[in-house]
Nanobody, 121 residues
């Protein structure tokens, strides 16, 4: 069974940067992804990266600003977030799925506890 731990959230001014980390243990992690949930909103897909082939997928709202990557030796996935905007505020979750390019949270079988990102304008 996969367990996930996120870290790296915090408070940053608009235009700034943050890097989130998600460490995984146990099971397999074919595709690792980031989702986020703003207050009063549904959880939404942000980015994902597939094991081995390094195939990445991004939500349109973060393309060109966010970069997802994996460090296989440490079972860790990162989300580098640049040019942050106030609308990027939310709780960011790491998740695992066996489906390629899925933006549907129902396809994800393991979730971390989340890390808060707050962007002040």
């Amino acid at each position: 069974q996969v367990r996930l731990w996120e870290s790296g959230g915090g408070l940053v001014q608009a235009g700034g940067s943050l890097r989130l980390s998600c460490r995984a243990s146990g099971g397999t992690q074919y595709v690792m992804a980031w989702f986020r949930q703003a207050p009063g909103m549904e959880r939404e897909f942000v980015a994902s990266v597939r094991w081995g082939h390094e195939l990445v997928n991004y939500a349109d709202s973060v393309k060109g600003r966010f970069t997802v990557s994996r460090k296989y030796a440490e079972n860790t996935v990162y989300l580098q977030m640049n040019s942050l905007k106030s609308e990027d505020t939310g709780v960011y979750y790491c998740a695992v799925t066996d489906f390629d390019f899925s933006h549907n949270e129902g396809d994800y079988r393991a979730w971390g506890q989340g890390t808060q990102v707050t962007v002040s304008s």
